[in-house]
């Protein structure tokens, strides 16, 4: 079978490298070369989050499992859920779907959460925890994260739980400096691995916090991982070969240097950017747009956004229709992980020559 090249949110291309790493013969989960590699892992992690506070931990799961794990460990009382588009509507869902008691401060899709409602929602003393998704990935929108950290501030007795999923690896975000007590992401999108494994950044004050919650279950319960952290190890058998792969590619990580990944990734952004808005137009609010995925409105009457799809097809490359309800009105191109600026360009020269016949 033909390679199909992927440029969708998730899962994204994967570094023949990193392929490779997977394909190792398994080890034990209870000793000492796993140990290594875990501590290993955690201290890239630890260099890619910025800090050495904190906890890391690895969840063998997909990212919505640590969505789930968040709630169960820092809702206590009341959550609020901001919602700007799918990821975080689905995140109220798990809320609700955990018997948490949760309100919706939900804006129009394509929308930031505004810092100042926030504040205003937050200051009737009703919540205990608070969700965001940093980069909603089918809106391609990087919400104002500096500003509602800035907000988060004033209210230290709400936890503030912050999805990564489709950034992290991608952008800088450093959770001591954001306030931020849970924040987590996936390894199929900025870091360039395989789907099945999570990463979570647990603050002091989240462990503290998860003690008093009850119900917190067993699978995601944050004092599980704990205990078994000490040894370098997870609660229940990981899964191995990801996190093998993920010491790996976070190696490659470093090496590139997380300055220029950043550059790299900003890079690619203004160029699908200026792309989009001289043929089509960039679906986010100005100034909201996503540096790791590009959500573009198709406002062209010569061709539809499953012509787009089928044409490059037919080259082998794979983009996103929009999410949801945004399936026909919009397309999505992600730009992250090991994806470079030229292949980028390549891809765009496509889509032109598509527009031009
Ligand atoms: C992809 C994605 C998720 C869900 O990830 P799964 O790996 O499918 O669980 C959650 N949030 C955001 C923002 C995402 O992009």
């Given at each position: 079978?033909?390679?199909?090249?992927?440029?969708?949110?998730g899962p994204v291309e994967v570094h023949p490298d990193v392929l490779q790493a997977c394909a190792v013969p398994m080890i034990t989960h209870r000793g000492k070369e796993y140990q290594k590699i875990h501590s290993g892992v955690k201290g890239k992690?630890?260099?890619?989050?910025?800090?050495?506070?904190?906890?890391?931990?690895?969840?063998?799961?997909?990212?919505?499992?640590?969505?789930?794990?968040?709630?169960?460990?820092?809702?206590?009382?009341?959550?609020?859920?901001?919602?700007?588009?799918?990821?975080?509507?689905?995140?109220?869902?798990?809320?609700?779907?955990?018997?948490?008691?949760?309100?919706?401060?939900?804006?129009?899709?394509?929308?930031?959460?505004?810092?100042?409602?926030?504040?205003?929602?937050?200051?009737?003393?009703?919540?205990?925890?608070?969700?965001?998704?940093?980069?909603?990935?089918?809106?391609?929108?990087?919400?104002?994260?500096?500003?509602?950290?800035?907000?988060?501030?004033?209210?230290?007795?709400?936890?503030?739980?912050?999805?990564?999923?489709?950034?992290?690896?991608?952008v800088p975000i450093n959770p001591v400096e954001l306030g931020i007590d849970y924040l987590l992401a996936g390894t199929q999108k900025a870091f360039g691995l395989p789907p099945g494994l999570a990463v979570v950044w647990a603050s002091d004050r989240?462990?503290?916090?998860?003690?008093?919650?009850?119900?917190?279950?067993?699978?995601?319960?944050?004092?599980?991982?704990?205990?078994?952290?000490?040894?370098?190890?997870?609660?229940?058998?990981?899964?191995?070969?990801?996190?093998?792969?993920?010491?790996?590619?976070?190696?490659?990580?470093?090496?590139?240097?997380?300055?220029?990944?950043?550059?790299?990734?900003?890079?690619?952004?203004?160029?699908?950017?200026?792309?989009?808005?001289?043929?089509?137009?960039?679906?986010?609010?100005?100034?909201?747009?996503?540096?790791?995925?590009?959500?573009?409105?198709?406002?062209?009457?010569?061709?539809?956004?499953?012509?787009?799809?089928?044409?490059?097809?037919?080259?082998?490359?794979?983009?996103?229709?929009?999410?949801?309800?945004?399936?026909?009105?919009?397309?999505?191109?992600?730009?992250?992980?090991?994806?470079?600026?030229?292949?980028?360009?390549?891809?765009?020269?496509?889509?032109?020559?598509?527009?031009?016949?």
């Amino acid at each position: 079978m033909t390679h199909k090249r992927l440029w969708i949110p998730g899962p994204v291309e994967v570094h023949p490298d990193v392929l490779q790493a997977c394909a190792v013969p398994m080890i034990t989960h209870r000793g000492k070369e796993y140990q290594k590699i875990h501590s290993g892992v955690k201290g890239k992690l630890r260099q890619l989050f910025g800090t050495e506070k904190g906890h890391v931990y690895l969840f063998t799961s997909s990212s919505t499992g640590a969505m789930e794990g968040a709630l169960r460990n820092l809702c206590g009382r009341r959550a609020l859920s901001c919602t700007c588009g799918n990821f975080s509507e689905r995140w109220h869902d798990i809320a609700l779907e955990n018997g948490k008691e949760a309100d919706r401060y939900g804006v129009e899709w394509g929308q930031p959460n505004r810092p100042e409602e926030i504040d205003r929602l937050l200051s009737t003393g009703k919540y205990d925890c608070l969700t965001l998704v940093s980069n909603e990935t089918s809106t391609g929108l990087f919400n104002p994260l500096r500003e509602i950290s800035d907000v988060m501030k004033k209210y230290p007795d709400v936890s503030f739980a912050v999805d990564a999923v489709s950034s992290l690896a991608g952008v800088p975000i450093n959770p001591v400096e954001l306030g931020i007590d849970y924040l987590l992401a996936g390894t199929q999108k900025a870091f360039g691995l395989p789907p099945g494994l999570a990463v979570v950044w647990a603050s002091d004050r989240a462990l503290e916090k998860s003690a008093k919650v009850p119900g917190r279950g067993h699978y995601f319960d944050l004092h599980q991982f704990r205990k078994m952290d000490e040894k370098n190890e997870t609660p229940e058998t990981p899964v191995i070969s990801l996190i093998h792969a993920l010491d790996v590619q976070m190696t490659r990580m470093l090496a590139e240097g997380l300055d220029n990944r950043w550059k790299r990734h900003r890079e690619m952004a203004t160029t699908c950017q200026e792309w989009a808005n001289s043929r089509f137009k960039m679906f986010p609010a100005a100034g909201c747009w996503s540096t790791t995925v590009s959500c573009i409105e198709n406002t062209r009457k010569d061709v539809t956004v499953k012509q787009l799809y089928e044409k490059l097809l037919e080259r082998n490359a794979v983009i996103s229709e929009g999410y949801g309800k945004l399936k026909e009105r919009t397309f999505r191109i992600a730009h992250m992980a090991d994806t470079t600026v030229a292949e980028l360009r390549e891809l765009l020269g496509w889509i032109d020559e598509i527009l031009k016949k």
